[in-house]
């Protein structure tokens, strides 16, 4: 993509009601625009980020046997009334709204109602199961404050997988399974060595479910961290005997701010049972799904990752999340520049290389300024005295480094 | 994917409730779920077959210099009051609903007003124009009644891409590459011979808008074709006057019910005007930006294709649509079937081809019918018999022949 052809512009300020630093960078560097708090369009740029997210998430649900669908934010109210959440008292984040014909609808805050629902077409007996229906979709909070920018939307992205097992068994190996899978996505986003697996509270139907936490001081939950062994706890099953259970030492364990980017979930018949989503088994005995949930939100990963990466002078992108992998700087426009550059992008992009080619009339610093704040990973820098030197300039988002390649050189750099 | 792996199954009979063909076919075969008039799930099969529909376009938008975006779907009212479009009199099927804090807001029928306000931040210049943000988005509309599955939803999938542009030349020109790139997005879609553009009402900005109109037998509008000339004048604006400036003899056309595909529109300063959009010019002068608007809707198309080219056992996709190329029906389990099965499932999917490969333990029959009812385009069987014969079984689901084909006329046809 040329520069030239983007229709957004960095700019020096957010808006001056933006007090979250991601949404604040993001929003500076065209990634993302504010339309009210907790909602926001994502531009060209950030549409990128947004994808390679999910492409990643979409990778490894589809490596544990999902099924991928697509459900709806429109709720008719049957289905909630049943499972006793239909009421603002007890989901106190609906947005409602009416059909024409005044009937009362709600906007899907999450997806476990209508999809137990839906599952009762297709579940009669225990050949049927199990099955890990997932998707990606917007949901919608009406949260009553919405401060922290991509990281608590009031209309944002969600992966929500949800696992209908025959037994406990067969659940609590699956959910080991997709425990595995939530570890990969977060060392594929860049994000492994500072997510923990962390126990939280469980409900009615295990003891504990687990979030994925990673360190980050602008966390808003409070975790106690046991590096060694990769896992943490949450403050809110924090206590002696949850330690003494864990076989875990108060002495090992460090207090830290995180945020919750997953969590997984055992539902057990939580759902099944008040919607009647039942199978028959080899005796012919009618017995509930079991059913659990596992989510991972898209938009708050990139607002975490945007936030937990940035330096002084913008975005860093980790390399499998960056929206292009390399920034080509074209400084002048003479002829022999313009032909080194233009070749240099047509070679880089046939390699299937995504680069973002500054092609624009603008001042040197004013490019490199911008390449900075976009946060682009490689930059790469064409003038007139490179040209004559036969060299590109190579500078790495991450340390700054500088150095003069060939372009043998710097095909294997980036390739 | 193995059938055994899929958790959707056909049945025999769509809900009693729902009327139209499209949708009881889809739910029939376990492409869609329907949650109430006009909202549907998108099952495996269904959300395969939408985002064939949807990369096809996007490759067609992004050829003629599109961005791609993602607004949302929470409104704030302020630009819709600017623009008179805020009032339910004015805009008939908004979905309102209110913020915690008790600020009414709208679920977006379109985006007209937030894209043109947030291009304010980025549209500065007469070097900033011209640019074509578009997206693929859930739409909202509030129906009085909805009653055409796929083809009338009350939430559903559009891709609207909107122009902004310096003059009216520039417009124009640009008005008429994107009408080449909806004909190429309706020959992919194997809608090419059937589709007619088609003269509209126009608004204040231009005398005639454009419709992309699929002639069927289940289209809401009146059209009237000239065949020689891949035209077509909607009755809404049919009259001696009109015929006269087109230069059409009323003999030559042929009175046909349409459905609309798509729309392309000059919007002119209808928006940029309340909404204060303008640009300064080469001469230092401030002028308005003229804008155009193009849609076309994902879901309906795939309900108008669905209801298209189905015959009396089921669906017929299109080869560029179809959720998968290929259904491999596997008759018996014996080991040298199986393997035969097993191997050819590997080779294709290998080559890139796509392959629901029916796996489970049912009668030939049922296989048979679940094959004809999905309309995958190329059904291969492998049987005993045929093992013993080293031959497959292929049939086209479009005219039914069957062949016995060895492995490399089976490649070679599929290929």
């Known amino acids: 993509m040329r520069v030239s052809h ?79 959440r239909w009421d603002d008292q007890v989901m106190d984040v609906w947005f409602k709204t009416k059909l024409a014909n005044g009937s009362e609808l709600g906007l899907a805050p999450t997806h476990e109602e209508p999809l137990t629902k839906l599952m009762k077409s297709f579940i009669k007996s225990y050949k049927d199961l199990p099955v890990y229906p997932y998707q990606f979709q917007i949901k919608f909070r009406n949260e009553l404050r919405s401060k922290s920018g991509l990281m608590r939307g009031r209309e ?20 080991e399974k997709i425990s595995h899978a939530y570890d990969r996505v977060f060392e594929r986003l860049g994000l492994g060595g500072q997510t923990y697996k962390t126990f939280a509270s469980g409900g009615s139907f295990a003891k504990f479910s687990h979030e994925f936490q990673t360190i980050s001081p602008v966390g808003e939950d409070t975790i106690y961290v046991h590096k060694d062994k990769k896992i943490a706890i949450n403050e809110e099953v924090y206590s002696d005997e949850v330690l003494a259970e864990l076989g875990l030492n108060k002495d090992e364990l460090v207090q830290e701010l995180a ?119 490689h930059r790469v820098t064409v003038s007139e005295r490179l040209v004559e030197e036969g060299t590109y300039e190579y500078q790495a988002r991450i340390h700054g480094e500088v150095k003069l390649l060939t372009a043998e050189e710097l095909l294997g750099t980036l390739g």
């Open 259 to 377: 945020v919750e980017v997953g969590n997984i979930f055992t539902l057990g018949t939580r759902f099944s049972d008040p919607l009647e989503l039942s199978f028959t088994d080899e005796d012919g005995e009618s017995k509930p799904v079991i059913m659990g949930s596992y989510g991972i939100g898209p938009s708050r990963l990139m607002g975490l990752i945007a936030e937990h990466f940035a330096d002084e002078k913008g975005l860093v992108w980790p390399e499998n999340v960056a929206p292009y992998r390399v920034y080509l700087v074209r400084i002048g426009d003479s002829e022999a520049v313009t032909a080194k550059a233009d070749q240099l992008y047509e070679r880089l992009t046939q390699q299937g290389i995504e680069v973002l080619y500054d092609d624009r009339d603008e001042r040197p610093g004013a490019k490199f300024a911008d390449a900075e704040l976009l946060g682009i990973p």
């Open 156 to 175: 944002f992205w969600m992966k929500d997988l949800y696992s209908f097992s025959r037994t406990q068994a067969e659940h609590d190996t699956f959910y």
């Open 6 to 84: 983007l229709f957004t512009k960095t700019s020096k300020e957010a808006p001056a009601d933006e007090v979250a630093k991601n949404a604040q960078l993001l929003i500076r560097a065209g990634f993302i625009h504010k339309e009210m708090a907790g909602v926001y369009t994502y531009l060209p740029l950030g549409k990128r980020v947004l994808e390679k997210i999910t492409q990643i998430i979409r990778e490894e649900m589809d490596g544990v046997g999902g099924n991928e669908i697509s459900l709806t934010a429109l709720q008719a109210s049957d289905v909630w009334q049943q499972s006793g």
